[in-house]
């Protein structure tokens, strides 16, 4: 069975910055995706960042050009830099792989088919 365990979250000022880790026994293999999801206070968990089965980034449309996803093959570490941080980035951030949400009341969940770690939480203050 895959654990995935997020560390790195914390809490920072508007502009700030912070590294994600996720690591775990058979985080990606050659035929999976693997990304960041998160969920803020109350509300729908989304897609921060992914690396496609094709090994391509790809990003949620609001934080690109201040996230970096990556991925160390020999760690097999799953990364997430993340910089100039909004308030609006403050969220429970979750580690995935091959991630379907659940949805529940119409609601998507930072959990579902796939393989989920319990994620770490990031707070943006201004």
């Known amino acids: 069975e895959v654990q995935l365990v997020e560390s790195g979250g914390d809490s920072v000022q508007v502009g700030g910055s912070l590294t994600l880790s996720c690591a775990g026994s058979g985080l990606r293999s050659a035929s999976s995706s693997v990304g960041w999801y998160r969920q803020p206070p109350g509300g729908e968990c989304d897609l921060a960042a992914l690396?496609?089965?094709?090994?391509?980034?790809k990003y949620k449309e609001s934080v690109k050009g201040r996230f970096t996803i990556s991925h160390d093959n020999v760690k097999n570490t799953l990364t997430l830099q993340m910089n100039n941080l909004r308030p609006e980035d403050t969220a429970r951030y979750y580690c995935a792989t091959d991630a379907f949400l659940e949805v529940v009341d119409g609601v998507q969940q930072c959990r579902g088919r796939g393989y989920w770690g319990k994620g770490t939480q990031v707070t943006v203050s201004s």
């Open positions: 690396i496609d089965r094709n090994g391509n980034p």
